[in-house]
């Protein structure tokens, strides 16, 4: 059932957001870490090509940044994250330009010492036979790092000293592996595998083992979750030692909830591991796993914090004893302005994490856990005032199935109206969630009139192991019909009109619009950033860590080819007949550029208006802000085109809408032949 309409605002619209301060206003911030009261984060920088640079503050001081001129960044399973660690004054990161491991050596807090210069610790990686590190730990006692190493095509549990070396082997698990995690005494190491054709958040298991006298692991056994051979379907997320105790996210129940294993380093050999639920709850502590250093629970040395999503939102709270001292835990939530948080971590009596509202963007939160206190550092200024903002309505429609489905709708500024164009975004991953912290791209849309609705989907995370169950066998089919369901919805409220529906969405959510585009004239238009166009070709590809993906998203390859093929844009592309702009990076390796090339031939031969952007030394996710910028002005002034809105309703500045020649792109010709950069289109339509 569609949520009521909202009474329309008369407020006057405010002036629209420049693109260009969309982008410079959006470094991202990454796996805050607390170590010895320091305050240690990741920025990756749209303004200097996506460099990623790490940073330190220490109290009273400014944040002084520890790396200039690298780019951390680990290329393990292509999406990487966890590319630095940190304990005492060391400091092991992954540098981009070799691949290899640095270590850097801090001086004491307080001291004016210059910075030292970081020291190599692994050889640069030979070009015939790449690897990459990833998501490590700092052993003191054995004064190594411990981390995940990519290479011949498999993960592997390794140690590398700090006074530099090879990789030496600790652990070679069936297929990956990551999350490691060393326990108070140093004594055991606890970590997740998984193995294809699953998915981290589908079947994972948590794995324990204990050091010897020579540092290498002995007792390895697995203590929960579930693989292949279970007849249960079980994920395992981030293990953590609170204590003696080993805590992890386990969704056996339904939902990712918490779980103990008590004086877990005790556990003696052969014993059964007898977990504890500490905190039932129709709640999610997780997040898909998609890369390293994802953490959203956190031990301060005297209590247990964790961020939980129930129905979309995010909240911070700490877990308190009952009143009898019996578990469960009772859920105390903390009074903060925050509903999107990520990256926990904490030390001390004090926590940091990534946070936003809706009227806040992201930035580091630090908080005092046991007074209460807090300060949030964005990492930027807002460039909106508070009343120009528009905030995030709770939707709740009737999707796929006739099940109640989620998404946040923002009203364009003015208020929403029968006439006001819509735009639909769909998460990517599929496996990921619409969030609600201050998105300056949605508010760069509805700054110019444009409502935006982003879609909860079925198969979307945050709402329980059911709800992101919706899309297994279905996709194209259950993100689609949830999707334009929420667009009729608004139309039906009077809140858009059924004549001015665009769509835009990156990676998998590019093939949602595209599978729209296909099978339903609910979309007049569609935007779409390195999206999967030929599923047959995905499945027989070479990336590794999402090679069996499509078996549970569609069915297994090659048994289900015929659904492959026609579940396929390109091989329906003869269905599509609304206006496409298509935006590729020729480096990626995740969905090959050719994806979005050979559809734009297609749709171009058959006389549908398309554009195909590319964009050299850009992967899979466009870290450079002036390609970036360039994206959202292209897609806007596509939309504006082709949907023959007003010039007074949706002019950003005042270039001819049609004035797309300037633009730093690649277009291929009916024949596939590149066109020169100042030639127009030419298109037909």
């Known amino acids: 059932m569609p949520t009521p309409p909202q009474t329309a605002t008369t407020t006057p619209v405010p002036t629209p957001l420049a693109a260009a301060l969309v982008v410079a206003a959006s470094p991202a911030l990454r796996e805050p870490r607390l170590a010895g009261g320091r305050l240690f984060w990741l920025e990756q920088r749209p303004g200097e090509q996506g460099r990623t640079t790490l940073l330190m503050q220490a109290a009273g001081a400014p944040p002084q940044e520890l790396t200039p001129g690298r780019n951390l960044r680990s290329r393990v399973h292509d999406y990487g994250g966890g590319c630095y660690a940190v304990a005492g004054p060391t400091v092991v990161f992954s540098d981009d330009s070799d691949r290899g491991l640095w270590r850097l050596e801090l001086s004491a807090a307080g001291s004016a010492a210059p910075l030292a210069e970081p020291q190599r610790l692994t050889p640069p990686a030979d070009p015939q036979q790449p690897r990459a590190f990833a998501d490590g730990l700092i052993d003191p006692q054995r004064s190594r790092w411990i981390g995940v190493i990519e290479q011949h095509g498999r993960d592997q549990l390794v140690s590398v000293p700090l006074t530099g070396g090879e990789p030496q082997p600790l652990h070679t698990p069936a297929d990956f592996i990551g999350y490691a995690v060393l326990s108070p005494s140093g004594s055991h190491l606890a970590w997740v595998e998984w193995q294809q054709p699953f998915m981290p958040w589908e079947r994972s298991q948590l794995w324990l083992g204990r050091f010897d006298p020579a540092g290498q692991l002995e007792g390895v056994r697995c203590l929960a979750g579930s693989d292949a051979t279970a007849a249960e379907a079980i994920s395992i997320f981030q293990p953590l030692w609170a204590g003696p105790d080993l805590v992890v996210a386990n969704d056996r129940s339904g939902w990712w909830n918490l779980e103990r294993l008590d004086q877990a380093e005790t556990l003696a050999a052969g014993a059964e591991a007898q977990w504890q639920p500490l905190l039932p709850m129709a709640a999610e502590f997780a997040m898909p796993q998609w890369i390293y250093g994802m953490r959203t629970t956190a031990w301060d040395g005297q209590q247990l914090l964790a961020a939980a999503c129930r129905n979309g939102y995010w909240e911070l709270g700490r877990l308190t004893p009952s009143a009898t001292g019996e578990l469960p835990l009772l859920w105390q939530p903390l009074a903060l302005p925050f509903n999107d948080l990520a990256a926990l971590d904490a030390e001390a009596g004090r926590l940091v994490a990534v946070a936003a509202a809706p009227d806040h963007g992201s930035g580091l939160l630090d908080l005092n856990t046991a007074s209460g206190q807090w300060r949030h550092q964005p990492v930027a200024a807002d460039p909106l005032e508070p009343a120009a903002i528009s905030q995030p309505q709770d939707l709740w429609f009737e999707g796929h199935g006739g099940l109640p489905t989620q998404a946040w709708y923002y009203p364009p500024a003015g208020g929403s109206h029968p006439e006001a164009p819509l735009l639909v975004k769909a998460h990517s991953g599929p496996t990921a969630m619409a969030r609600t912290g201050l998105n300056l791209t949605i508010q760069f849309w509805t700054s110019r009139g444009w409502g935006v609705v982003d879609v909860n989907y079925g198969g979307s995370t945050g709402f329980g192991r059911a709800?992101?169950?919706?899309?297994?066998?279905?996709?194209?089919?259950?993100?689609?019909?949830?999707?334009?369901?929420?667009?009729?919805?608004?139309?039906?409220?009077?809140?858009?009109?059924?004549?001015?529906?665009?769509?835009?969405?990156?990676?998998?959510?590019?093939?949602?619009?595209?599978?729209?585009?296909?099978?339903?004239?609910?979309?007049?238009?569609?935007?779409?950033?390195?999206?999967?166009?030929?599923?047959?070709?995905?499945?027989?590809?070479?990336?590794?860590?999402?090679?069996?993906?499509?078996?549970?998203?569609?069915?297994?390859?090659?048994?289900?080819?015929?659904?492959?093929?026609?579940?396929?844009?390109?091989?329906?592309?003869?269905?599509?007949?609304?206006?496409?702009?298509?935006?590729?990076?020729?480096?990626?390796?995740?969905?090959?550029?050719?994806?979005?090339?050979?559809?734009?031939?297609?749709?171009?031969?058959?006389?549908?208006?398309?554009?195909?952007?590319?964009?050299?030394?850009?992967?899979?996710?466009?870290?450079?802000?002036?390609?970036?910028?360039?994206v959202l002005e292209a897609s806007e002034a596509f939309f504006r085109h082709h949907l023959l809105m007003e010039q007074a309703l949706m002019e950003p500045d005042q270039r001819d809408p049609g004035q797309l020649n300037d633009l730093p792109d690649d277009r291929l010709g009916l024949d596939g032949s590149r066109l020169r950069r100042s030639q127009r289109d030419g298109l037909p339509g």
Request: proline share 4%; net charge neutral; charged share 20%.
């Open 467 to 630: 709800y992101r169950e919706r899309l297994n066998g279905q996709w194209g089919v259950v993100d689609v019909a949830d999707c334009t369901a929420a667009a009729r919805a608004l139309v039906a409220a009077g809140q858009a009109s059924a004549e001015r529906i665009a769509m835009e969405g990156g990676s998998a959510a590019g093939f949602t619009v595209l599978a729209a585009l296909c099978h339903d004239d609910t979309i007049r238009a569609g935007a779409c950033r390195y999206p999967v166009t030929d599923l047959a070709a995905l499945a027989g590809g070479d990336h590794r860590f999402e090679a069996r993906y499509f078996d549970g998203l569609i069915g297994v390859w090659p048994a289900a080819k015929a659904t492959y093929e026609a579940r396929s844009p390109l091989h329906q592309a003869e269905r599509i007949r609304c206006p496409v702009i298509l935006f590729h990076g020729l480096d990626d390796r995740v969905v090959p550029p050719e994806q979005s090339e050979r559809l734009a031939l297609a749709l171009r031969q058959q006389g549908v208006a398309v554009q195909l952007h590319r964009f050299p030394g850009e992967g899979h996710g466009f870290r450079s802000g002036a390609v970036q910028q360039q």
